[in-house]
């Protein structure tokens, strides 16, 4: 529970339909950062305050698990490796494959828990016998995309009690049950980000290295100051006088460089995947997106060991490494890993 209402209606649909619900918050942040001014962050200090407030209206027990150790591994070391590696990560990704769905469906069946259930926009069907992670029916909410590293063996434990429920539903039936709006935004940004400056949080992290920054066609246009303040696809902020707008099309950590170029230059059809987990092997044609808002492209994939190759039949722009590449066939999610890299 992280005291929005996605969290706090999922526990009151649960209770409403007949289940003993215990409320549960997590303490992430180390102590450097459990103070973090981001108001739309899900895992700060205020977030306990909220949820406890929550689970009091509804007369359920709240409890806050500390999962700091595992969050500062796992998702805040691999945030700040992946930059230094060049890579632009995704800590949603990351929280939910080894916090939300790992080290805390652990603890909560470990005290006597038989399912954990979340706020997440997303379901979960049985198909004979078979467990499918399936895109919740509010196309604007839908959050498999973060989804896909979910163990198939899991999927049984899991309920997604919004997942057949738009948003705009969700927000009517909490008005006319009287909760009332205390003005809390939507959990969206980066939770151990202050201020939502990524840059700024880095750079205590990561030393500033400047380097080159050239062409494609290998001409030095100018210098940078750091490769972990740049992402492929990024335009602004790259003060290169040019003839036509330049992007960012690769990063290169070990000679520490930039390289940018037109916009064409972002174009690949291939891609290469590791970290890979597939819960529902598919034989029909599949689609794959490799950003959480991109529209999902058909597809061919194949599976070696840990590594997902894609192949697009049309180009695709701007395939990040660090971010996800997920598949899906119609509305059931096959599968997906961390991009690598890409090529035409």
């Not at 930059?83 to 069946?109: M, R």
């Not at 969700?170 to 980066?190: C, H, L, P, R, Y």
């Not at 210098?223 to 335009?235: A, F, K, P, S």
Request: net charge positive; with cysteine.
């Amino acid at each position: 529970m992280s005291g929005g209402i996605d969290s706090s209606f999922a526990a009151y649909l649960l209770k409403k339909q007949g289940f003993k619900v215990l409320g549960i918050t997590f303490q992430l942040l180390p102590d450097s950062l459990k103070n973090v001014c981001n108001p739309k962050a899900c895992c700060s200090l205020d977030t306990i305050h909220r949820a406890k407030r929550v689970a009091d209206a509804l007369s359920i027990p709240h409890y806050v698990i500390n999962l700091r150790n595992e969050f500062k591994e796992y998702v805040i070391d691999k945030f700040i490796d992946a930059y230094k590696k060049g890579e632009t990560p995704n800590p949603c990704v990351l929280c939910n494959k080894y916090i939300k769905f790992s080290s805390f469906v652990t603890k909560a069946l470990s005290i006597g828990g038989e399912k954990i259930a979340t706020g997440h926009y997303a379901c979960i069907e049985e198909v004979s016998g078979t467990y499918l992670l399936k895109k919740g029916i509010d196309k604007t909410k839908d959050q498999s995309y973060f989804l896909y590293p979910i163990r198939t063996q899991l999927l049984e434990s899991i309920l997604f009690p919004l997942g057949k429920l738009r948003k705009t539903e969700v927000k009517t039936m909490a008005e006319n049950a009287g909760w009332k709006n205390d003005g809390t935004k939507e959990s969206q940004d980066i939770c151990f980000i202050p201020e939502g400056d990524y840059r700024g949080f880095l750079s205590k992290f990561v030393h500033l290295k400047k380097g080159p920054v050239f062409s494609v066609d290998g001409k030095r246009l100018g210098e940078h100051e750091g490769i972990h303040l740049y992402t492929v696809g990024q335009r602004r902020g790259l003060n290169i006088p040019y003839s036509e707008p330049l992007y960012v099309v690769e990063i290169r950590p070990y000679d520490n460089a930039v390289i940018v170029g037109p916009k064409d230059f972002l174009k690949k059809r291939y891609l290469t995947a590791t970290g890979v987990n597939i819960l529902h092997l598919s034989s029909t044609s599949v689609a794959g997106k490799v950003r959480y808002r991109q529209k999902e492209q058909p597809c061919h994939y194949t599976t070696e060991g840990d590594l997902l190759r894609v192949e697009f039949p049309q180009t695709i722009d701007a395939i990040m490494p660090g971010q996800s590449v997920v598949l899906y066939t119609n509305d059931t999610v096959v599968g997906g890993g961390t991009i690598k890299d890409s090529a035409i």
